[in-house]
């Protein structure tokens, strides 16, 4: 298994930054940020599965496109993963025919370019010999992390969240984790509004990772334009001793 990373930014402006995508092999999304926008038309034709995390702007702005831009190309839906209240959200806010058209009556109800699958956190979504399992987050809206496991290693992705007991309890439960991906929005300076946004700033995250039981690769993500620099000097100031590194557009894990 291979997990490609599409945009891991807070944020745009310039050619290096997009926000949060994944791509696992070559027919998974989890998240569909504006880094999916980099892929080539038969690049998105061949994808089959989007794993939400939460309905946030950055998390979904390319799903719309993907859906309208490759549905003709595809022989079957596109199925889109999210917890129910997600779903609804995504429904009642963006495919409801006033910001997008409802793909899922495109052309038809019975044969329509997306279709919608209801996960449940700690249930895994298991995808020819792969598993994708919804983790607990804590964010603004209701949210998600996903663990991704090839059966002989595991990758993490916290997705949006601010400090989340239930997501250490299921992370350390995971004998084979080899990749934790975990966010850090702001600066330290700006801890409270990383409160009042439910994000992570580095001297949330050093509690937080107090809570890990087990050895991982630690990678940054999210973080916001304008504070990646001095975020990454405070981290490396708090957490030094777990050696995290920043997430990079292109990285790729292999599992």
Known sequence: MKIRILGCSGGI????????????DHDILIDAGTGVGDLSLAELAMIDHVFITHSHLDHVACLPFMVDTVGDMRNKPLTVHATQATLEIIQAHIFNWAIWPDFSEIPNRDKPFMRYAEIKT??????????????????????????????????????????????????????????????????????????????????????????LQREADIYITHLKPGQIELTMQEIEEFIGEYKPRMLQNNQVFEL
């Open 13 to 24: 402006g310039g050619r290096h930054l997009r926000t949060t995508s994944l791509l696992v």
């Open 122 to 211: 700690g249930k895994a979504v298991k995808l020819e010999g792969r598993e994708i399992t919804p983790l607990p987050a804590n964010h603004t809206v209701p949210a998600v992390g996903y663990r991704i496991d090839s059966g002989e290693g595991s990758l993490v992705f916290s997705g949006d969240t601010t400090v989340c007991d239930e997501l250490w309890k299921a992370v350390n439960k995971i004998r084979n984790l080899r990749y934790l991906i975990i966010e850090t929005a702001f600066s330290n300076r700006e801890r409270q509004l990383a409160i009042a946004s439910k994000h992570l700033c580095p001297d949330m995250l050093k509690e937080e990772l107090l809570k």
